[in-house]
C-alpha cells in the first residue's frame, strides 16, 4: 500500500510540471486590414539547437490561436511570419491575448 501512495505521488508531480499555455490574438498590418495564412512559430528557448516550428497560422481575418503543453522551467518565444516579427515570451501555465501589427 506504501509503494502505491508513493507511485501516485510520483505521478501526480510528474502531471503538475506540465500545464497548458495559450495564446490566441489577430494579426493585422498598420491600418488593421488583416494578415490572412501568416504562420506564427514557437521556439523553446531551453533546447539546445533552438528549433523553432509553425504552431498555427492565422485565418482569413488575421485571427489565430494555439495551445500547448509547457514545462514549468521553460521559456517560449513567438513569433509571426519569416521575418520575425512580433516576438514575445510564453510563461509556463497562462493564457494569452496578443494583437499583432506587422509591417506591410
Avoid: A
Avoid at 509503494?3 to 505521488?9: E, M, N
Avoid at 500545464?19 to 493585422?28: L, Y
Avoid at 531551453?46 to 497560422?57: A, D, G, L, Q, R
Amino acid at each position: 500500500m506504501k509503494r502505491f501512495s508513493i507511485l501516485i505521488s510520483v505521478i501526480f508531480v510528474l502531471i503538475s510540471c506540465e500545464k497548458e499555455t495559450g495564446c490566441s490574438g489577430k494579426i493585422t498590418d498598420k491600418n488593421f486590414n488583416p494578415f490572412p495564412n501568416k504562420n506564427v512559430y514557437l521556439t523553446d528557448s531551453k533546447k539546445s539547437e533552438n528549433k523553432t516550428k509553425i504552431v498555427t497560422t492565422s485565418d482569413i481575418d488575421g485571427n489565430y490561436q494555439f495551445t500547448i503543453k509547457t514545462k514549468r522551467s521553460h521559456s517560449y518565444y513567438v513569433t509571426f511570419g519569416t521575418e520575425g516579427y512580433g516576438y514575445f515570451t510564453l510563461e509556463h501555465g497562462k493564457q494569452y491575448r496578443k494583437d499583432i501589427i506587422l509591417p506591410q
